[in-house]
């Protein structure tokens, strides 16, 4: 129980503290944030009228605690460019970064824990040279021009998939899925190697322990203790590398959601940058910081509730 | 013998030809390039790789082996910056947080470590936005995103190496904390200082690529790898060579930084 109140403690000092940078930089670092968003040669009236609607005339310290006040409540704020309340916009984008998200992490899983498995049952020269390559070669390509080679084969060549664009799910599911596959598969890449690596250096340290060659001496078959024992025993860690792939998916789809157009958090966070809307830029910030927060918050205590032996430890 | 152990290990041995082979690129192509790098041929636009041309040119006729050489020299540069500014700013908040302990170890960490809530290049994008783009800020906000991972480094470093009897030693005799930090701990720590600085510097690579695609890295007239391949992209159907020469090349990069980088890193651990 300590356990969890400690945890807990430190998810809200950890969130109070990115609330804190996310308004440093963009409320305190500018030294005047309208000028940020009119730009330097603005006409004087229409800066101090903003500064005004900003609320730039209190002290900053004032200001962070009304936008932590107000944000905790639920009020966003109001987006300058658009108009309507942050709340709203994002609540629109939300849905595709999800969706990219978790077909990204599905699909990291889904192609990565086999892959593992089966490298590190056949530990062989030729599999792991090239295991080591295309783990190395995963790691080291820009998932955005991955991207790019996945619409010249898949989108050009074979007409498979669109080449940008989205639908959303409750319009038609099986071309949401078309449009959110190759986005999620150049996202899911590093993911993949990052897993591979992992699952079979777990795979192999698990070898070496006691239990299996208890197991092994019962007479049980190998294939039975690798995926009743070992694998049981090597998926826990790979669970704590998951928050890590999470929150990696999620950076990677700011630029990803940008080469498919789709309208996701990403997109609305470059289009941002471009109409110069800091209310709605400094949100969508905490919102994706403090998503990856409770998402590794989460994935820490999974890992304890799944893994009695942590539990005990203490 | 030290030498033989190097050179037995073939993912350094790979990455650092790489690197020797992307610097000699780069070296040339502060004396020569085949064309000037913005010299356009409008007659030309756009022609896949042939003889006069290696690797084609792009959309304005601009020859693409040329411009990806002198796109290395800025690769370079904010590869080298960027991992400058992260080990000079890390070390010292690492060695400040390690040596003072207590509280203010705790807030310095919890503020290190509070990066990770911002994802991918997400704080570079926030400080890129404050400051403007360009080449100087797109530096420093790499550089930023580099120091959580030197100040970790430093800080296990210290608090590992204060309680050896040599640096006690040293303080014994009267050695203040810069002499200790330069010259007992540093030198303990810099196999992982490093590898680490082979890793962001790939780090950083990839990290310019996404910013400079995004428009919101470097800036023309400097030249930039991800710039090109965002032009590259309307024309992927008609010229995908642009793309993916382009690409491979940053690929290569980042690959020549992170294998050399697990290979110093291999090197080190088999030491006992």
């Known amino acids: ?314 | 013998m030290k030498w033989k152990r190097l050179t037995r290990n073939k993912p350094m041995m790979i990455g650092g030809g790489l690197i020797a082979l992307l610097l000699a690129f780069m070296v040339t192509s502060l004396f020569y390039t085949p064309y000037a790098p913005n010299e356009m041929n409008t007659e030309m636009r756009l022609s896949p790789p042939q003889a006069d041309y290696w690797w084609g040119t792009d959309n304005f006729g601009r020859d693409i082996f040329s411009r990806i050489m002198e796109g290395a020299q800025t690769a370079f540069l904010i590869g080298f910056s960027s991992v400058a500014i992260g080990l000079v700013f890390g070390l010292a908040i690492g060695a400040l947080a390690g040596y003072a302990g207590g509280w203010l170890d705790e807030v310095l960490m919890r503020v290190i470590d509070a990066k990770l809530a911002f994802p991918g290049i997400l704080l570079a994008i926030m400080l890129v936005t404050v400051f403007g783009p360009g080449l100087g800020n797109t530096i420093a906000a790499l550089g930023v995103m580099s120091i959580p991972a030197f100040a970790r480094i430093a800080r296990g470093g210290f608090i590992q190496y204060k309680e050896f009897t040599f640096v006690k030693a040293a303080t014994a005799r009267g050695a203040g904390p810069l002499r200790i930090v330069f010259l007992h701990i540093l030198p303990n720590i810099s196999s992982p200082l490093i590898v680490t600085a082979s890793l962001r510097f790939s780090g950083s690579i990839l990290a310019e690529a996404g910013l400079s695609y995004l428009g919101l890295g470097v800036q023309p007239p400097d030249p930039s790898w991800g710039r090109m391949l965002s032009e590259a992209q309307p024309f992927i159907a008609n010229a995908p060579w642009y793309v993916l020469i382009t690409g491979a090349v940053i690929t290569t990069m980042v690959l020549g930084f992170n294998l050399l980088g697990d290979g110093i890193r291999d090197a080190y651990d088999n030491k006992g």
């Open chain 1, 1 to 314: 129980m300590r356990f969890y109140i400690r945890k807990l403690a430190s998810l809200g000092s950890t969130v109070l503290l990115v609330s804190v940078i996310t308004f440093l930089v963009f409320q305190v670092l500018p030294g005047d944030p309208a000028e940020i968003v009119l730009g330097v040669d603005a006409d004087p009236h229409q800066l101090a009228e903003l500064r005004q609607t900003m609320g730039l005339d209190r002290p900053a310290a004032e200001r962070y605690w009304t936008w932590v006040k107000d944000t905790s409540a639920g009020d966003f704020g109001q987006s300058l460019r658009y108009h309507r309340s942050v709340a709203d916009i994002v609540a629109e984008r939300l849905p595709v970064t999800v969706s990219l998200a978790i077909l990204s992490l599905g699909l990291t899983l889904l192609i990565g824990i086999p892959l593992g498995v089966y490298i590190a049952r056949r530990d062989g020269k030729l599999s792991s040279l090239l295991l080591s390559a295309f783990t190395q070669l995963g790691l080291a390509v820009p998932s955005f021009w991955l991207a790019f080679i996945l619409i010249l084969v898949f989108s050009v060549t074979f007409k498979w998939f669109p080449t940008y664009g989205y639908v959303p799910w409750s319009e038609n599911p099986a071309q949401a899925f078309r449009s959110l596959f190759l986005p999620s598969l150049a996202l899911a890449v590093p993911g993949i190697a990052v897993v591979i690596r992992y699952l079979r250096n777990t795979l192999l340290d698990q070898l070496r322990m006691d239990y299996v060659r208890t197991a092994r001496s019962k007479g049980l078959r190998d294939r039975i203790v690798l995926y009743r024992h070992i694998l049981r025993n090597s998926l826990v860690p790979v669970l704590t590398i998951v928050g890590l792939l999470i929150a990696d998916t999620l950076g990677g789809s700011i630029v990803v959601e940008n080469v498919f157009a789709l309208p996701g958090l990403g997109n609305l966070l470059i289009t941002s940058i471009g109409t110069r809307d800091l209310p709605l830029l400094q949100t969508m910030v905490l919102y994706i910081a403090v998503i990856v927060v409770c998402i590794n918050f989460i994935v820490d205590i999974l890992y304890r509730v799944i893994d009695p032996r942590i539990r005990l430890k203490r």
